[in-house]
């Protein structure tokens, strides 16, 4: 039996679809009860309860644990630590054997003081920390940027515009997250998976190429990205209604991904088949 974290999410619900198909029973956690199916045992509840995540983990051979991506907390570095915390002392009063991490490309990089340096990635590089100190075997899952990461600006999309302070011409590691839930299924399945898997997309790709995908497919075929200052994105993201934090660190992430800091540092190759951007943004429904 594996244990899922994130059962319900993008990743985590791939992540169970591919252990299903592999004849391997699932406990799938997520904040709302996932659908129960064969093989599947609903486990509603919060990630933050330190016994509830003991009894998630008591007995399996393996789990796949993240970090829940909240753009609304109010101080995103506690939040993320607490829940972080919790996950990491749960697998190790469960002595879980064997746990796959979903991370990201740049956690290998400190997030730097108030994680000014990497925005949003310094808690996934804190988190790797904390993961470390575990007996069991830790395999950590660094994907590119979610190309789903996409789709969340409809405000912007409805004047044809894709709105964000990545430079135009800065190529990156971008990838779907059907890919990243592959590679993280296989790698809980393979008892000698490396230390790092990363999972880059088919090929580096820059944020106006995936625009130009997209917007035909939301029915905007005119849809543009419009590079806007720094100063001025965080404005943006507070009046969409983000907190000052959060729209902080975004534009940090940003400016790292503006830096070449984000980047991948191994071969392509940890998916087979993988969906290039034009593929992903076919699938897409408006």
């Given at each position: 039996?594996?244990?899922?974290?994130?059962?319900?999410?993008?990743?985590?619900?791939?992540?169970?679809?591919?252990?299903?198909?592999?004849?391997?029973?699932?406990?799938?956690v997520a904040r709302?009860?996932?659908?129960?199916?064969?093989?599947?045992?609903?486990?509603?509840?919060?990630?933050?309860?330190?016994?509830?995540?003991?009894?998630?983990?008591?007995?399996?051979?393996?789990?796949?644990?993240?970090?829940?991506?909240?753009?609304?907390?109010?101080?995103?570095?506690?939040?993320?630590?607490?829940?972080?915390?919790?996950?990491?002392?749960?697998?190790?009063?469960?002595?879980?054997?064997?746990?796959?991490?979903?991370?990201?490309?740049?956690?290998?990089?400190?997030?730097?003081?108030?994680?000014?340096?990497?925005?949003?990635?310094?808690?996934?590089?804190?988190?790797?920390?904390?993961?470390?100190?575990?007996?069991?075997?830790?395999?950590?899952?660094?994907?590119?940027?979610?190309?789903?990461?996409?789709?969340?600006?409809?405000?912007?999309?409805?004047?044809?515009?894709?709105?964000?302070?990545?430079?135009?011409?800065?190529?990156?590691?971008?990838?779907a997250t059907r890919?990243?839930?592959?590679?993280?299924?296989?790698?809980?399945?393979?008892?000698?998976?490396?230390?790092?898997?990363?999972?880059?997309?088919?090929?580096?790709?820059?944020?106006?190429?995936?625009?130009?995908?997209?917007?035909?497919?939301?029915?905007?075929?005119?849809?543009?990205?419009?590079?806007?200052?720094?100063?001025?994105?965080?404005?943006?993201?507070?009046?969409?209604?983000?907190?000052?934090?959060?729209?902080?660190?975004?534009?940090?992430?940003?400016?790292?991904?503006?830096?070449?800091?984000?980047?991948?540092?191994?071969?392509?190759?940890?998916?087979?088949?993988?969906?290039?951007?034009?593929?992903?943004?076919?699938?897409?429904?408006?």
């Amino acid at each position: 039996m594996i244990t899922v974290l994130g059962a319900t999410g993008n990743v985590g619900s791939q992540v169970v679809r591919e252990l299903i198909a592999a004849g391997v029973d699932v406990r799938a956690v997520a904040r709302r009860p996932a659908v129960a199916a064969p093989g599947v045992r609903p486990w509603p509840g919060d990630l933050g309860d330190r016994a509830f995540l003991r009894r998630a983990f008591d007995g399996a051979a393996a789990a796949f644990v993240l970090l829940p991506f909240d753009v609304n907390a109010p101080d995103h570095a506690a939040h993320q630590a607490r829940l972080g915390e919790s996950v990491v002392a749960a697998l190790r009063d469960a002595a879980v054997p064997r746990v796959v991490a979903l991370s990201s490309l740049g956690a290998e990089v400190p997030g730097g003081p108030d994680l000014a340096v990497t925005g949003y990635l310094g808690s996934l590089h804190d988190q790797e920390d904390r993961l470390a100190t575990l007996d069991g075997h830790v395999t950590r899952v660094r994907p590119g940027l979610f190309l789903e990461s996409f789709l969340w600006s409809v405000a912007m999309r409805a004047h044809g515009v894709h709105a964000d302070s990545v430079d135009p011409d800065v190529a990156l590691p971008m990838v779907a997250t059907r890919d990243v839930g592959q590679a993280a299924a296989a790698a809980l399945l393979a008892p000698d998976a490396p230390e790092v898997v990363e999972v880059q997309g088919a090929a580096d790709r820059t944020v106006p190429d995936v625009v130009a995908a997209l917007g035909p497919a939301l029915g905007l075929p005119d849809l543009t990205y419009v590079r806007v200052p720094d100063e001025e994105m965080e404005q943006l993201l507070r009046g969409a209604g983000m907190p000052a934090d959060g729209a902080r660190l975004h534009v940090a992430m940003n400016r790292a991904f503006n830096r070449g800091e984000i980047r991948a540092h191994g071969p392509r190759g940890a998916v087979d088949d993988v969906l290039t951007v034009e593929q992903w943004a076919a699938g897409v429904t408006r």
